[in-house]
C-alpha cells in the first residue's frame, strides 16, 4: 500500500527519468556481462574468438533490453496518452458521456485526474447548453405540432422541391404516394420519381405563367399516374408539388408527419462527391442477415437501412424487410438472428429488395460495419439484375481503426460502448436495429474524424485505405 502511494506521488516527468535510467543501467549490465563473458572465452578460445562472443552477446542484451523498455513504455505511456486523447475527443466532438480510464493512466502522474476534471467541466457545459437547446428545441417541437395539425384540414399531399429539382419536404400523405414508387428520400431527385419530361414540362409552363400549372404526373415506368398541381413559392426558385385527396387516399384527420431540410435549399450543388465535406453528404447505413457467412453461396434473409443527412439520422426514412432466400434458414443461423421459414414465408425474393436498396442509396454514400460481406450479396444479385453500384463504401471498421488505432477493437459491439450508443437486445442482429446502431455511431465519428482535419469524403476515403487490411483479416 505505502509502496503504491510513493509510485502515485511520482511525478510524469520523474516516471520517463526512470525509463531512461532503467535503459542506462540495463545497458551498462549488459556490456560488463558481455565482457565477462568474452575475457572468459578469451582466455580458453583466443582473443578474437571472446571479442566475437562479447559482440554477440552485448548485440542481443541491447536489442532485448531496447525491446523490454519500448513494451514498458508502450504499456504504461504510449497506450493509457492515447486512450485518453480518444477519450477527450468523443466527449468534445461527439457528445458522448465517455469515462476516463484513470486505473489504465495510474502511471501517468496527474495526468489522468487533469483530464478527467477537463472531461466533467466539458460535461457540465454541455449539459447546461443542452438544456438551453432543448428549451428552444420544445418550442420549435410545439410550432411543428401546430403546422401539423393546420396541415390535417389540407385535403392534399404536399412536396416542396429546390429549385435543383431534389426534394426539400414532403409530408406523410406525399411519403405515402411516392412509396408506391420508391423508398421516399431526403434530397432525392424529383426524377428519381415522376417523368421528368412531365415536370420539366409543368415546371416551364410554371416559369412562364407564374402561376399554379395542372400536369398529369406519372412514374418513369408509366406504372403509375396520378393528377397533380405545381405552384410557385413566392421568392425563389423553388416550388410545391401539390396530391389532391383522390390520388394521395388523405385518411379525415389523419396525422400528417412533416420530413423536411430547408438547408438544402441552399446547398450549392458539387459534381465531385469526394470534395463534398461531411456534413453535406447523405449516408445510407444498411445492414444484412443472412443464412450464412459466404456471400458467394448464402442468401439475404432481412435488409435493413436508414439514411443519415448533416449528421443526422432522418426519421421516417428507413427499410426494413424480410426476404425469402429460396431454401431454408440453417438452424444456426436462426440462433443468431431469430428469422425462422414461417417469418420470410410470404416476403419477397431477394431481386426485388436489392433494387429497392438500390434505389433508396441512389446519390447517397452506402455505410456499413464490415461492408465487404454485405455489399458481396448487393453485387451478386446487382450483376444479375445490370445494376450497379458506383457511390462510395464507408466501413465504419476502417473509420474505427482512423480514430481510435488497430490496436483496439472494431466490432460493432465493442464501437457502440465506446460511443454510448445503446443497441436493445430485442433489435441485436436484426436488420434495422444494427443498421439503426451503426448510424449512430457513424454519426458520432463524423465530428471526430472532422476534428481531426477529414474533412471531406476524399479525406477519410484516403485514411480508410490505409486500414484495409483489417477487412482482409475480418473476413
Not at 191 to 209: G, I, N, P, S
Not at 387 to 392: E, F, L, S, T, V
Request: hydrophobic fraction near 45%; glycine fraction near 8%; proline fraction near 5%.
Amino acid at each position: 500500500m505505502a509502496k503504491g502511494a510513493i509510485l502515485a506521488g511520482l511525478s510524469l516527468r520523474f516516471r520517463i527519468l526512470l525509463f531512461f535510467v532503467l535503459l542506462a543501467l540495463g545497458g551498462l549490465a549488459v556490456m560488463l556481462g558481455a565482457l565477462w563473458v568474452g575475457y572468459r572465452s578469451a582466455l580458453s578460445d583466443g582473443i578474437a574468438n571472446g571479442f566475437l562472443l562479447a559482440g554477440i552477446i552485448g548485440g542481443f542484451g541491447f536489442l532485448g533490453l531496447a525491446v523490454g523498455i519500448w513494451l514498458l513504455f508502450d504499456e504504461n505511456v504510449a497506450k493509457p496518452i492515447q486512450a485518453l486523447s480518444t477519450t477527450l475527443r468523443a466527449r468534445a466532438h461527439s457528445g458522448v458521456n465517455a469515462t476516463v480510464d484513470t486505473h489504465s493512466a495510474r502511471y501517468l502522474g496527474d495526468l489522468a485526474p487533469a483530464v478527467e476534471a477537463v472531461s466533467t467541466r466539458l460535461s457540465n457545459a454541455t449539459i447546461d447548453i443542452a438544456q438551453t437547446v432543448a428549451q428552444e428545441t420544445e418550442t420549435l417541437s410545439s410550432d411543428r405540432d401546430q403546422l401539423t395539425a393546420l396541415l390535417t384540414e389540407i385535403p392534399v399531399a404536399i412536396l416542396l422541391v429546390g429549385p435543383d429539382h431534389r426534394i426539400v419536404l414532403y409530408d406523410g400523405q406525399a411519403a405515402g404516394t411516392l412509396a408506391q414508387i420508391a423508398p421516399p428520400r431526403l434530397n432525392a431527385s424529383i426524377f428519381d420519381y415522376l417523368c421528368k419530361e412531365r415536370v420539366l414540362d409543368a415546371h416551364e409552363r410554371l416559369m412562364q405563367e407564374g402561376a399554379e400549372v395542372a400536369f398529369e404526373a406519372a412514374c418513369p415506368d408509366g406504372r403509375v399516374s396520378f393528377d397533380a398541381r405545381l405552384k410557385p413559392l413566392r421568392g425563389t426558385h423553388s416550388y410545391m408539388i401539390l396530391i389532391d385527396d383522390a390520388h394521395a387516399e388523405i385518411a379525415p384527420d389523419a396525422e400528417r408527419p412533416l420530413t423536411f431540410d430547408f438547408e438544402l435549399l441552399g446547398d450549392q450543388p458539387i459534381s465531385d462527391l469526394a470534395a463534398r465535406r461531411l456534413d453535406q453528404i447523405p449516408f445510407v447505413v444498411f445492414d444484412c442477415e443472412t443464412t450464412g457467412l459466404l456471400p458467394h453461396k448464402d442468401e439475404l434473409v432481412q435488409l435493413g437501412a436508414v439514411r443519415v443527412l448533416r449528421g443526422e439520422i432522418v426519421h421516417g426514412e428507413s427499410m426494413d424487410r424480410f426476404i425469402h432466400p429460396g431454401r431454408p434458414i440453417p438452424p444456426a443461423s436462426t440462433k443468431v438472428h431469430h428469422i425462422t421459414d414461417a417469418m420470410v414465408a410470404s416476403a419477397p425474393p431477394p431481386k426485388s429488395i436489392v433494387a429497392e436498396f438500390h434505389h433508396f442509396a441512389r446519390d447517397a454514400v452506402i455505410v456499413a460495419h464490415n461492408a465487404p460481406f454485405d455489399m458481396a450479396f448487393m453485387h451478386r444479385h446487382g450483376n444479375e439484375m445490370e445494376i450497379d453500384w458506383p457511390q462510395p463504401i464507408l466501413d465504419t471498421v476502417l473509420l474505427s481503426a482512423v480514430l481510435f488505432g488497430t490496436t483496439e477493437k472494431h466490432t460493432l459491439d465493442a464501437l457502440c460502448e465506446r460511443l454510448d450508443v445503446v443497441i436493445p437486445e430485442h433489435l441485436r442482429h436484426t436488420g434495422l436495429g444494427d443498421a439503426q446502431a451503426t448510424a449512430e455511431v457513424l454519426c458520432r465519428m463524423l465530428p471526430m474524424l472532422a476534428a481531426r482535419g477529414h474533412t471531406t469524403l476524399g479525406d477519410v476515403l484516403e485514411q480508410t485505405r490505409k486500414h484495409g487490411r483489417l477487412l482482409d483479416d475480418m473476413n
